[in-house]
């Protein structure tokens, strides 16, 4: 079944550690409870500010930089996410646009690409060893 990665964006106060309200984290909780009991949620976390966060460089095949937050050069800062699992992204956004938000807020949905969607440069052999993988992390 087709999975699709919800991206909740921050703003001033996320990139400040402001906690939502309390009522907000109650609707939100209940909100995550009617995905997973529908068995849509696969994953869903807040994000700490970028102030803890570090990027990584591949400055070459061999160099690496390490860059530590903030990020404030990033027009848009993701504040926490969503995993979900639905038969199509037109499912998905039905999920999504009963999330209890408002405010001008934009969620964006993208569908997380599958080894189908990889063509043929990802050949058998890259495949069964993806499989292996993915069945080892399932444990």
Do not use: C, H
């Not at 848009?76 to 038969?87: K, N, Q």
């Not at 964006?108 to 058998?124: H, I, K, N, Q, Y």
């Not at 495949?127 to 399932?138: G, I, K, P, Y």
């Amino acid at each position: 079944m087709p999975k699709f990665m919800v991206f909740m964006p921050g703003n001033a106060d996320s990139e400040a550690g402001v906690m939502p309200p309390t009522d907000l984290f109650e609707v939100m909780s209940a909100y995550n409870d009617q995905l997973a009991k529908a068995g849509v949620l696969l994953a869903a976390e807040g994000l700490k500010p970028t102030s803890a966060a570090a990027k990584v460089r591949f400055d070459d095949t061999e160099r690496r930089t390490v860059i530590d937050g903030p990020f404030t050069e990033a027009k848009e800062i993701v504040a926490g996410y969503w995993l979900l699992e639905a038969s199509s992204l037109q499912e998905a956004l039905e999920w999504v646009k009963r999330a209890p938000l408002g405010g001008g807020l934009t969620l964006e949905v993208r569908p997380v690409a599958s080894m189908d969607d990889l063509g043929p440069e990802f050949t058998p052999e890259l495949r069964e060893a993806e499989q292996e993988l993915r069945s080892r992390l399932d444990q």
